[in-house]
């Protein structure tokens, strides 16, 4: 850890513009920069006094016909418990695998998000035996885009699933809440997809990343000469997105300014480009996500109530995956198939031990945490079965306590077969045992959720009739959609 609490990162980059780009925004999460031109330069930097207080290395791939696995290996051979990351404009996972044989952190690629960019760091400063776990690398897996792909049957994941595609339907906003990396984005592309407008584009905007005095361009757009540095024509978000979705991420993060503006577009339908003489009307569905509470962040007057109550016309929450350890399993099987189809990699399975390890953490990053510690593992693993040794950072967490155990009552006290079921709650907070309406229902919402709502099939696997299936809906309270 550099001296005085405050970190510093080399970049190995010879582009003066890349260059300041990368020191900003290292800037803005608290780092010092450093810059060396070269490999040549890079590993004598490591034995100056600046390089004995890094905290991470930077490494710009500038071309395709440059290796940076030999630079990689040489410092991790040097330095072993420095992070390396590796930033590259060609979008290849093959080059990401041997680089992170190479003995590489994490991986980002150009274009850079700021946000991006951001976590990757914070990653490398994690007091938790974290580091190496949430890294960014496997943003370059496709991720599924309809709801028969998306993989969960608890009770409250299929809940919220059901609701969101009742809503797809519908022109009307969708908020969506939870815990970041529960798979908000996921859910807003299958909504997208679902919906009448899936032929058209669905734009994403990360609030959190943009600049407060560049909201109102992103969004909106600006016309040439608008302002000092508006040297072209910029068409705004809202434009890009007309006829099809705008999924506004993290917009609890937006500016309390920028919030007033929305609010307009919204009640209007039109945007009014900075510049611009006339107003442009969009026709744009929205999707909002937050990993925060809206209503605390209205209390503490960080977020417009009106702006609220525009956005949550229908409202869904995606648990977190520690409420939800029985889906692991299959998550895991879907999540291997999927890295399994990169190039450079190879389908693998996955032993009991590796399994109820995985069972046995906290996943304070939650889906996302679980396909990078996956990816990782499957990268470095030489065998055909993943096993506990291809998790260490996990086996730390857990050991060290790092990982403090939320789950369930009936998952922290069940037998290993019985934490692989459906996810179904057995015991209240107390510790006493459920009343059985409530087991009861859970387990036919699940059988719902399992069969895509086809009733004959749920009555059948129940092994009861469709009339007396329709009874129990009735006198339970269940929306048969569930």
Partial sequence: MARDGVPMLMLIDDEPAQRRLVSALAARAGWRTIFVADAEMAIATLGTQDGMRLDAVLLDQWSPEHDPSDLIR????RRPALPILVLTAHNDVAVAVDAMRAGATDYLS????????????????????????????????????????????????????????????????????????????????????????????MVTVNCGAIPANLVESELFGHERGAFTGAF???????????????????????????????????????????????????????????????????????????????????????????????????????????????????????????LALLMQHGWP???????????????????????????????????????????????????PSHREGAGITLFEGDGHVRQLAEIEADVIRLAIGHYRGRMTEVARRLGIGRSTLYRKLAELGIDSAA
């Avoid at 370059?140 to 792909?149: M, R, Y």
């Avoid at 937006?254 to 339908?269: H, S, T, W």
């Fill in 365 to 415: 990053g939650n889906v996302r945490q679980l396909q990078n510690a996956l990816f990782r593992a499957a990268v470095l693993c030489e065998g055909d079965a993943l096993t506990p040794l291809d998790f260490p950072q996990i086996t730390a967490q857990i050991q060290a306590g790092a990982s403090p155990d939320r789950r369930p009552v009936s998952l922290r006290t069940a037998t």
């Fill in 110 to 201: 150009k274009p850079i998000a700021p946000e991006r960019l951001l976590a990757a760091l914070n990653a490398t400063l994690a007091e938790s035996g974290g580091r190496g776990e949430l890294r960014p690398l496997t943003e370059k897996i496709t991720a599924p885009l309809s709801f028969e792909d998306v993989v969960g049957s608890a009770p409250q994941f299929r809940a919220a699933l059901a609701i969101a595609a009742k809503a797809a339907r519908a022109r009307v906003p969708v908020l969506i809440e939870g815990e970041s990396g529960v798979g908000k984005d996921v859910i807003a592309r299958a909504i997208h997809a679902a919906s009448p407008r899936h032929k058209q584009a």
């Fill in 232 to 354: 072209e024509r910029h068409v705004g978000k809202f434009v890009s997105a007309d006829m099809g979705t705008l999924f506004l991420d993290e917009v609890s993060e937006m500016p309390f300014d920028a919030q007033v503006k929305l609010l307009r577009v919204l009640q209007d339908g039109e945007v009014q480009p900075i510049g611009a003489r006339r107003p442009v009307q969009v026709d744009v569905r929205i999707i909002a996500a937050t990993n925060k509470r809206l209503t605390d962040e209205i209390e503490a007057g960080r977020f417009r109530e009106d702006l609220y109550y525009r956005l949550n016309v229908v409202q869904l929450t995606v648990p977190p995956l520690r409420e939800r350890i029985g889906d692991i399993p299959a998550l895991c099987r879907h999540l291997l198939a999927r890295i399994g189809s990169q190039p450079g990699l190879r389908s693998l399975g996955l032993t009991d031990g590796a």
């Fill in 74 to 77: 040489e410092i991790h051979d």
